[in-house]
């Protein structure tokens, strides 16, 4: 997988797994908190829902007046054939206004050039996403054949519109089938520009913001078996709004099969029908000119890199990744600094948690988390973000899941805190923590961050090991520190030496304010090795370099000094004397050099501490 802005960090999301419950719907029943009792159960779900499981059907929307917009394929009975429809349904009551059934009012034609079919051919529209309600109408976002090519088939993205108040013309309409009027769609393009554009055609998720209604974030994805490559785009709908009530912005049509489409020269009516006026006086010639001329416009909505304010030229899509294909997507907006955090579903049972930077230069995309899906890569089919948990909820065929927003505690590290550049998270001072207040280094990470290093402040000097000295005690010291958190270690968990065998060795650890210490002692007393040693011992941390000591181990076969074990034992207790008195004086030069501000107490000049 190909990330632009670099590659993310592997989290996988906690073992916690809310297992989903597979049912087939054979009726359902409607409840709300308030107003009218929904007491009812509906056994025929004709032109609410497919009776087949794996067709897109986007989900409804209720306004007051109990009416329901719902985009699906439709089928009378089960095994029929379908067609793809765009529907307006009214709930019906009783006396006692508790709602007794579903009566569907208005459907999008359903001839040959059905403005949701391919001319002449099959049902394709599938519907991503909830119907948005917006300034009066509904807006559907959905992929299909697009009709205009004649001599080959091309998915477009679409967005239609409807309007609510939509009555389908007169109600003593000739016509067999009363139908929506209002539908207009255009093209919704997701591009890279270039002098030949590359546009990503099928979408597969919409999410609409909830802290600035205009705003709508789609993602796309490529079809196998072409290489996956999936895009996310931003739309405005106040632009898309304008995109269909400016006039300037023609309608197209095709005069006849098989014909080239071409543009309306004049509104098959005036105002038009995005403005939500009046259609009961229409008549049946109206309606019937309205739906053939006035149903598909021959211009396109485009992508926004910057969605926060109308206007401005169409741009590249907000994040473009190679290697992927996305489904869901939902936005945790204004995190930091207005950015809006991306949590994308992907085909691979995957989830994605992506930002902008803020010049909007690069998309960083900061974790792929992954799912515990039992070994098998099932696609995310629905995601669900809930403010209250502070986390997104992930559903898929093997169960839902349960994705905190964030999970600071983690880094353990300052430089790991600010390296990740997790909108979510701050260095405090002593920990990584999801909080308002803290550093945080969105831009570089940790490029303008000292990185984080090793500091050896005894290292094992070279010894020499009498071959004709028996018991000869050979003890070396290390100690060293790094900053908390930062995992320092023995790489390998090995003292090399070459060409000798591995010198074995006893650590011990400790921390305190902010810093952790690795002591070794190493034991160089191996009798069997006849032949100079060259050894060295390479510590590690997390986010730091490496650091390397050296130290050499020489034979002396001379002959062995004559001596008795009490007065052996008398120069061991002198040796190790020696060192303590080392190391004493080193940490004092040491103190005494930092009062001055230097390195070297030798350096110290005469009046100074």
Known sequence: MEYFGGSPTKYQVPSTKYQAIVIKIVSFQLSVASGPRFDTTVTSPTFIAPYTYNQNSTGWFLTEDLELFVGTNLELSAGSLTRPAIVKLMLQRDSSQNVVGVEAQLTTKSDNDNVLTAAGGPPTPQFVGDPISYNGRVYFFFREIAAEFISESLVYSRVAVVCQNDTGGQASTQLSVRNIVTFVKARLTCSIDGAIPYHYNEIQDIYQSTDDVNVVFAIFATRAPVVASSAVCAYRLDEIEALFLNTENKFTFQENNGEIWKDVATDPITPRLVTCQNTDSFSSATVLNILRQGQIMSVSAENKLHYETAGGAQSNPLLVIDGERFSQIVVDENVVNSIDVMFIGTENGAVLKAYLNANRSEAKVVEEISLDTDGRKTPV?????????????????????????????????????????????????????????GEQDLETGADNTEPPSITIHLGPNSQTRYLNVKNQPINLYLFAEAPTGENLRVVNDEVQCTPCASLPYTEHRASSSGKEFLSLLINGSNSAETTNCSCTVVLA?????????????????????????AEISQLENFDNEIRRYKRTLQDWQTQVGESCGLTDVQLCQAGQP
């Open 541 to 565: 941390i997390d986010g730091g370099p490496n650091s390397s000591v050296n130290f050499d181990l020489t034979v002396d076969n001379s002959a062995a000094v004559s001596a008795n074990d």
């Open 381 to 437: 089919l629905t995601m669900l973000l809930s403010d209250s948990d502070q986390a997104v909820f992930v559903g898929t065929d093997i169960g839902v899941y349960k994705v905190p927003f964030q999970h600071c505690q983690d880094f353990a590290s300052r430089v790991a805190c600010l390296v990740i550049e997790d909108p979510y998270c701050r260095w405090n001072g002593t920990s990584c923590v999801n909080s308002d207040e």
